[in-house]
């Protein structure tokens, strides 16, 4: 069963303060391959007060999952994202199911998924 789509968008990146302890706050992009071939993953990100970052590549074998972590530097070229409001739009080889989620620190926060839009 095809399980996904080839394109999704986060509108809603905002890398929240690491803390003190762990776990620490973070964002992360995680990645559902159910197909019998490899995910060709490509990002491009869109800033509030910048220009785009775009063509960062990724890649989830077949029929695993991939959590990606926004905090540290991402794909091939280890590309580190700034603070501040950006936006994901992903796009992909091969359906796929998409979910990014933030762990906040601050007082009475929680780990929580930001809601995404598939195409």
Given at each position: ?119
């Amino acid at each position: 069963m095809e399980l996904g789509k080839k394109t999704w968008v986060f509108a809603d990146g905002d890398l929240p303060p690491q803390g003190e302890v762990e776990p620490l706050g973070h964002e992360a992009l995680m990645i559902v391959n159910n197909t019998e071939e490899d995910a060709e993953i490509t990002l491009d990100l869109l800033f509030e007060d910048q220009e785009p970052k775009e063509g960062i590549k990724l890649k989830v074998k077949a029929r695993r999952v991939h959590c990606f972590r926004m905090d540290y530097p991402i794909g091939e070229e280890q590309f580190l994202i700034p603070k501040g409001q950006f936006a994901v739009i992903l796009n992909s080889s091969v359906p796929v199911v998409a979910v990014y989620g933030r762990l906040d620190r601050r007082k009475d926060m929680a780990y929580y998924p930001v809601a995404g839009f598939s195409v």
